[in-house]
C-alpha cells in the first residue's frame, strides 16, 4: 500500500491541550474524491504486564468516559515528555502506578490504538522479578488500586468480559502468543 492513496491538501488544529491535539485534515483521493479526515494526535504510550510466576497484577480505577472502574494492565504516557525511551517510561509507570520496580524486562511489541481516527500506538512490556516499593500516583490516578490474582483467574475474567480494556486484552494476547507469559 502506498503513502499517495490519500493526499492531505489542508490541516488545522480544531483543539489542543495538555494530553491531545485534534485536527481536520482536508484529503484527496487518488480518484480526486475529497473528503476531511478528523484525527486524534496523542504521544505514543506504554502497557505493562506485571508477573510474578503465575500472579499477575491490576490496577484498577475509575475510567470517566465509561463512567465505571475498570481493571487494566498499568499503562500511561509522560506528556510532558512524549519522546520519552519506552523502556525508561514503562518502568516509570509501573513504579508509578504498583509501587514495584522490575529486574527483569522483555518487549512485546508496538500496536496501534485506533489508527482510524487515531494516531497513537502503545509499547508492550512483560516485567518479572518484582520489588515492591512505593507507589507515586498522579492527581488524575486518584482512587487507583493494584490488584493481584492467578492468570487463570486473569483469563476468565477476559473471557466473561469483566475486563474490558481492548489494549489489556490485546497486550495479553500477544504475549501469550510470543510465549512470554
Not at 509507570?93 to 520496580?101: D, K, M, P
Request: charged share 25%; aromatic share 12%.
Amino acid at each position: 500500500m502506498s503513502s499517495s492513496e490519500i493526499k492531505t491538501t489542508h490541516s488545522k488544529v480544531v483543539y489542543q491541550n495538555r494530553w491531545l491535539t485534534l485536527r481536520e485534515d482536508g484529503i484527496e483521493r487518488d480518484s480526486g474524491a475529497t473528503g476531511i479526515y478528523t484525527v486524534v494526535d496523542k504521544p505514543d504510550f506504554v502497557v505493562v504486564i506485571p508477573l510474578d510466576g503465575e500472579t499477575v497484577y491490576l490496577v484498577e480505577q475509575f475510567r470517566y468516559p465509561v463512567g465505571e472502574r475498570q481493571m487494566e494492565f498499568p499503562q500511561g504516557a509522560w506528556e510532558d515528555n512524549p519522546d520519552a525511551d519506552p523502556l525508561e517510561l514503562a518502568k516509570g509507570e509501573l513504579q508509578e502506578e504498583t509501587g514495584f520496580l522490575a529486574s527483569e524486562w522483555h518487549y512485546v511489541g508496538f500496536q496501534y490504538l485506533a489508527y482510524g481516527f487515531c494516531k497513537q500506538g502503545y509499547h508492550i512490556y512483560v516485567a518479572k522479578g518484582l520489588t515492591m516499593t512505593q507507589t507515586s500516583l498522579e492527581p488524575e490516578e486518584e482512587g487507583l488500586v493494584t490488584k493481584s490474582m492467578p492468570l487463570a483467574d486473569f483469563e476468565n475474567l477476559i473471557l466473561s468480559g469483566d475486563i474490558k480494556d481492548a489494549t489489556t486484552c490485546n497486550a495479553f494476547g500477544l504475549a501469550r502468543l510470543k510465549k512470554l507469559i
